[in-house]
């Protein structure tokens, strides 16, 4: 069974520019989170996808950030535009359902630098 | 509000010597705890969870860590590192239904001297 995957590994952009992120959660996972790390700092939650349904997005930094998941199955993460503190490592993570302490599988991330 | 302290951002120990990762947490509900591993180039794996019963829970490689309520740890053990324990380790808690996100602490860089 493939796990996460994520789609750029590596992405060097330009401050202004627009960078759009994809994770492939695993097949038949419900649910799907998006995290992010600033260099030396902690992992941070970003937003929780339920199917298509946006069950938590407390964790958006502003609204440059635009996360969807169109048909519940993957889902993309736009940057625009992006600035120089939005440089870090993305992880997506998906989990089969609710039930208490499921687990979150996770990807390998992308690796985002805005210069 | 939910936090989670990982005491040393670099921990050193020799082939074959105790691995000792301290997490402390904090919550206002009972939590469900676990400790994340990443390898270079790779997305976090789960070495353990804690949710309910035992307090003492084995995970994969020979990783154990224990709940403590009363001083609100999870440390993480290993008896014995091998150099493949080379790692970042997280540790992260969780609540309960309807607060799924993880919030984790800023990982401890381990490394295995020969």
């Known amino acids: 069974e493939a796990g996460v995957t994520q789609f750029p590994s590596h992405s060097v952009i330009e401050k202004g520019q627009t960078v759009t992120l994809r994770c492939d959660p695993i097949?038949?996972?419900?649910?799907l989170y998006w995290y992010r790390r600033v260099m030396g700092k902690e992992i941070k939650f970003l937003l929780h996808f339920v199917k298509e349904s946006k069950q938590d997005e407390s964790g958006m930094p502003n609204n440059r950030f635009l996360a969807e998941r169109t048909g519940g199955t993957y889902s993309t993460l736009k940057v625009q535009p992006a600035e120089l503190e939005d440089s870090g490592v993305y992880f997506c993570?998906?989990?089969?359902?609710?039930?208490?302490?499921?687990?979150?599988?996770f990807g390998p991330g992308t690796r985002l630098t805005v210069l | 509000a939910q936090s989670v302290t990982q005491l040393g951002s670099h921990v050193s120990v020799s082939e074959g010597a105790l691995v000792l990762l301290r997490c402390n947490y904090s919550?206002?509900?009972?939590?469900?705890l676990f400790w994340y591993v990443q390898y270079p180039n790779q997305g976090l794996q789960l070495l353990l969870k804690y949710t309910t019963g035992a307090t003492l829970v084995k995970g994969i490689n020979g990783f154990e860590a224990e709940f403590k309520k009363s001083e609100t740890s999870f440390h993480l053990t290993k008896p014995s590192a091998h150099m493949s324990d080379a790692a970042e380790y997280f540790c992260?808690?969780?609540?309960?239904?309807?607060?799924?996100?993880?919030?984790f602490g800023t990982g401890t860089r381990l490394t295995i001297i020969p």
């Open positions: 992260a808690v969780r609540g309960n239904f309807g607060n799924e996100k993880l919030t």
């Open positions: 919550s206002s509900v009972p939590p469900y």
């Open positions: 097949s038949g996972h419900d649910n």
């Open positions: 993570a998906s989990s089969q359902d609710l039930r208490s302490a499921n687990e979150q599988f």
